[in-house]
């Protein structure tokens, strides 16, 4: 597919079939996540993969319906539970404080306060965004969604995730579920002009 109509395919698939994703297309998509650039070469990201149903399941669970508002509608939840494919992004700051204290970079401490953005949340989000035009690119369907920051620690408990690394999205891959309604945003969508500032604001 050409990276054009990559671009313009790409949007947040809700509706998943039961249908599988053979274990070479996931391995593509993984290897374009990790194409991801990262300040200072640091890579201080990693992917937490699940793709059978018992570990979806365990990560299901961790993620508890909220009721009242303010969570997950059930029918929606449901449809994205059926997605094969659950890869969860996980930042690490250490990696990039380790790496910016290193001789090449002219740094001789680890102070955070040199950053003015958390790059390890910024380059933990384009491997996401890799990761969603890749599933594109096989002919499937896919969602960034977050974990409701209470249900971390249950999250990390659950798959041995450690503290210094932050779960900062998760992707779901699957097959689109053809006969799910599809939700028309384009009226939404801001024009350039409103977006794009040239040579001053």
Request: hydrophobic fraction near 40%; aromatic fraction near 10%; include cysteine.
């Amino acid at each position: 597919m050409e990276f054009e109509e990559v671009l313009r395919r790409r949007r947040m698939v809700r509706h998943f079939s039961e249908e599988p994703v053979d274990d070479d297309t996931v391995e593509r998509i993984l290897a374009a996540a990790l194409r991801a650039p990262s300040a200072g070469y640091s890579q201080g990201y990693a992917l937490l993969v699940l793709t059978t149903a018992e570990d979806r399941g365990r990560f299901w669970t961790s993620q508890r319906p909220t009721e009242g508002g303010g969570g997950w509608d059930p029918a929606v939840r449901a449809a994205i539970e059926r997605a094969p494919l659950i890869a969860v992004a996980l930042a690490s700051k250490n990696a990039y404080l380790d790496r910016y204290a290193l001789p090449d970079k002219g740094w001789v401490d680890r102070d955070e306060s040199r950053w003015p953005v958390p790059y390890w949340y910024v380059d933990t989000g384009f491997l996401c965004l890799l990761m969603l035009l890749a599933a594109v690119d096989e002919g499937l369907g896919a969602l960034l969604f977050g974990l409701i920051p209470s249900d971390i620690p249950a999250f990390r408990r659950e798959f041995g995730v450690p503290d210094d690394h932050d779960p900062v999205g998760c992707v779901a891959v699957g097959h689109e579920d053809p006969a799910a309604p599809r939700r028309d945003l384009r009226s939404r969508r801001r024009s350039p002009g409103e977006l794009i500032h040239r040579d001053r604001w």
